[in-house]
């Protein structure tokens, strides 16, 4: 509940404290006086978006400061909390506005952000402007005042999850029909590469043993001359002979040399075994040259056929054994594409199947929560003097969306006989006021401390009609506290606290401010509010048996 509202240097207020009370408070004035300056206050300290220009003209800041009683069941309590923010019994905000356009919020004396302050007022206040109206006459709002009243939350949640899967599995269908399709485009390209890399099986790094095989064939008739004849040099006719011969005749000497003989018969030995070392090598060297004619030209054609095959797909050699795994891997694709592709669709079946029948669940739900909203809207129009108008909530197919496929009306009959129609084309401004009055009121009925404001809730109205809108107010205030901002004396009249808003000039200033009304004011006030700026002892008489009820 709101009990106070301070505010400092906002447009044309100065300094102004308000101190509300439960039930229904009323507050009347001339127009301008400033009773909307009070509105866009109390949504700057609450964080809604507004006027930017709020600062009055010479002041360095505007400040406001609402403070609020929350039960202990106050849903208020649990943002807080969330939030990380001191919870009492009461809730203060307070909300500084600069010259500059800086905004700055506390809460309970701790700085928070817009979004906190926007997500406390959810649950703290409702406010009704005079121009709702056209929210109400705007059919695409309709269906979310239905699943509101109806609390459809959850059943929305299921068809959104499933709108999303439908959304996903079409993308991914859509997606596999198009790659597919591109594949099917090059599948003669793609089966005879394959079969090109198939017949020819390259392998990584064969370009070049290949490369090094064919030039040494090329110089290997020339190369084996040399090393046969470097071979019979060293072998058993020549260098190998002649050191085993030295040899014997070293060792048939050595017996009479004293000892000289030893080192050179060692170091002929070592050479031997050297010698046949060489020879060794020199002969597995003349086995490797040794080669048949044509395997030089079937070195050259598979070299050849790599690397013409390698310029023919522009990859590297060494690259062709990973080139044709990818052929190959678009070629399954391609072959299990008509299995792939059912899969996909069986998916997406199964995901229309499951947002058609979440899509059904909230029609369901839609049509029982209208039908509530019916009998609710009917129970309020009647005490607002509209008992033989009807009013009805008209469910129709639409295009299939997030929210489901239903599209919804707010159709009325004003007159017994009268066929239904839309508000916009059937109610009058009075009417209009009225349809939205018991809408507000079933909206809102199920929740709990909240401060319900009516910005000229009764404009269009007058008479008996207006005395019907304001016991309605009252009754609706009841238990809790309504906050009415009014032109009408009917209404004012029913108000359990009156203010009254004034604009003076002093100074050269222009100010507003808001004055408690005692019993004889509040009888000047609406017998000025009936007979205009000139009161008389008639409209006076008026106004106290209007008071009296």
């Known amino acids: 509940m709101l009990r106070g509202l301070d505010i400092s240097d906002m447009l044309i207020i100065d300094r102004l404290e308000l101190a509300f009370q439960p039930g229904l408070n009323v507050l009347t004035g001339e127009t301008g006086a400033g009773k909307s300056i009070l509105l866009d206050s109390l949504g700057f300290v609450l964080g809604w978006r507004g006027r930017a220009d709020l600062v009055r003209s010479g002041a360095a800041q505007g400040e406001v400061t609402a403070w609020f009683d929350l039960g202990d069941d106050h849903p208020a309590r649990a943002v807080l909390e969330d939030a990380g923010l001191p919870v009492s019994d ?7 506005n600069s010259q500059d356009g800086r905004k700055t919020a506390w809460v309970n004396d701790r700085r928070c952000s817009g979004d906190v302050l926007r997500q406390l007022s959810a649950t703290l206040v409702e406010l009704h402007g005079q121009h709702d109206d056209r929210g109400l006459l705007d059919q695409k709002g309709h269906r979310a005042i239905l699943d509101e009243f109806g609390g459809l939350d959850a059943h929305k949640a299921v068809t959104r999850a499933a709108w999303t899967e439908k959304g996903r599995a079409a993308k991914a269908l859509a997606a596999a029909e198009t790659a597919i399709a591109g594949i099917r485009e090059e599948e003669d390209f793609l089966r005879h590469a394959v079969a090109e890399l198939d017949a020819l099986t390259p392998e990584a790094g064969e370009e070049a043993a ?7 064939m090329q110089g290997a008739e020339k190369i084996r001359n040399d090393v046969v004849r470097a071979y019979e040099l060293l072998g058993n006719q020549g260098a190998e002979a002649a050191l085993g011969e030295a040899l014997r005749w070293l060792e048939g000497a050595a017996t009479h040399a004293e000892g ?7 170091a002929l030995s ?7 070392e060489a020879t060794g090598g020199i002969t597995a060297a003349i086995d490797d040259l040794s080669f048949n004619p044509t395997d030089l030209e079937e070195t050259e054609e598979r ?19 990973g080139f044709g795994e990818t052929l190959r891997a678009r070629l399954q694709a391609l072959d299990a594409g008509d299995a792939e592709l059912a899969d996909l669709r069986r998916a997406l ?9 979440a899509s059904d669940a909230l029609r369901t739900a839609r049509e029982k929560a209208a039908k509530g909203l019916d009998r609710a809207v009917g129970k309020e129009l009647a005490p607002l003097r509209m008992e033989r108008a009807v009013f009805e909530t008209v469910i129709t197919d639409e295009a299939p969306g997030p929210d489901g496929r239903d599209s919804v009306a707010f159709c ?7 066929p239904a129609g839309p508000l916009n084309r059937i109610a009058s401004g009075g009417e209009l006021s009225r349809f939205l009055l018991a809408l507000k009121v ?9 401060t319900i404001i009516f910005d000229e809730i009764d404009r269009g109205v007058g008479g008996a009609t207006a005395d019907a809108v304001g016991r309605r107010l009252a009754d609706l205030a009841q238990g809790g506290q309504v906050l009415v901002v009014t032109h009408s004396p009917q209404v004012a009249a029913l108000g359990a606290h009156h203010w009254r808003v004034e604009k003076r000039v002093h100074a050269g200033m222009t100010t507003s401010t808001v004055t408690p009304l005692p019993g004889a004011d509040r009888v000047d006030e609406i017998a000025r509010m009936l007979s205009g700026d000139t009161i008389t002892e008639e409209a006076r008489g008026a106004a106290r048996a209007l008071l009296a009820g």
């Open 90 to 96: 009461e809730l203060i905000l307070r909300r500084v």
């Open 210 to 216: 290949l490369d090094a095989q064919r030039r040494l």
């Open 260 to 266: 000289r003989l030893e080192a050179p018969l060692a």
């Open 270 to 276: 070592r050479a031997l075994v050297e010698l046949d």
């Open 303 to 321: 070299l050849f056929a790599i690397r013409a095959l390698a310029r023919k797909h522009d990859v590297q050699p060494d690259d062709l054994a």
């Open 349 to 357: 079946s199964e995901c229309e199947a499951r947002y058609q029948s």
């Open 412 to 418: 009325v009959a004003t007159n017994p006989g009268a």
């Open 442 to 450: 079933c909206l809102t009925s199920g929740q709990s401390g909240l």
